[in-house]
């Protein structure tokens, strides 16, 4: 099964509204990882937030990481129509080791 | 850098087939990795090497695939011979180990295979 799990599955919203993505993960990780996909195409990295860090800032992004509930959410703040696409999270256990992605939350921006 | 190349980007072929996907990692990137994705089981990893070395293949479906990494610049995945389940986006992604080991992956455009 897989290490991450999204919630939720999908999300629509308006242009303008913020948007937040939960995903939880079942053991202990180095880091944590959010990626983007637009349809059609490969994952953009977006931002890595570390074991030992709690929140994470990055433009229109804010990553925060909770290790003993063993979950993140990635918020986007403002969105834009040209933020629709998939996001996953990805867990990895340790330095180098391979990333294990989530199943994805589909995100849908209305203009 | 162009970035992680894949080639061919589409493929169509008939069942039995055998099928080549290749794959140009970033320059200077010492780890490679093999992607698959369908609806059904999202982005499963299929088998990762560390400087050209296969490091887990635990992912790899069965024995009608195999993946080579002969140098730093290029890998391959084979499917022979290919049955309609193979049908899939294949996707390659290449990182380079920061100081701190943090890794984020980059990933190739993709590979759309069909297999009729």
């Known amino acids: 099964s897989q290490q991450g799990e999204e919630d939720p599955q999908a999300l629509s919203i308006q242009e303008g509204e913020n948007a937040t993505m939960n995903c939880s993960y079942k053991?202990?990780?180095?880091?944590l990882q959010w990626y983007r996909q637009n349809s059609g195409r490969g994952l953009v990295h977006l931002i890595l937030?570390?074991?030992?860090?709690r929140e994470k800032h990055s433009g229109r992004l804010r990553v925060t990481l909770d290790t003993s509930k063993k979950s993140s959410s990635l918020l986007i703040t403002a969105s834009r129509a040209a933020d629709t696409a998939s996001y996953f999270c990805?867990?990895?256990?340790?330095?180098?080791?391979?990333?294990?992605f989530g199943e994805g939350t589909q995100l849908t921006v209305n203009p | 850098d162009a970035g992680v190349i894949q080639s061919p980007r589409h493929e169509v072929t008939e069942m039995g087939q055998e099928v080549t996907l290749r794959c140009k990692p970033i320059?200077?990137?010492?780890?490679l990795f093999w992607y698959r994705q369908t609806m059904m089981r999202g982005l499963e990893l299929l088998i990762y090497?560390?400087?050209?070395?296969?490091?887990?293949d635990s992912g790899m479906p069965e024995d009608r695939f195999s993946a080579k990494m002969p140098n730093a610049s290029f890998s391959t995945l084979k499917i022979q011979p290919s049955e309609p389940r193979d049908s899939a986006v294949y996707f390659c992604?290449?990182?380079?180990?920061?100081?701190?080991?943090?890794?984020?992956?980059?990933f190739g455009p993709g590979t759309r295979l069909t297999v009729l």
């Open positions: 992604a290449s990182s380079f180990p920061g100081y701190h080991s943090y890794n984020e992956q980059f």
């Open positions: 053991t202990s990780i180095n880091n």
């Open positions: 937030i570390r074991s030992n860090e």
């Open positions: 990805a867990t990895q256990r340790a330095s180098g080791s391979r990333l294990t």
């Open positions: 320059s200077g990137h010492n780890s």
């Open positions: 090497f560390n400087n050209n070395v296969p490091i887990d």
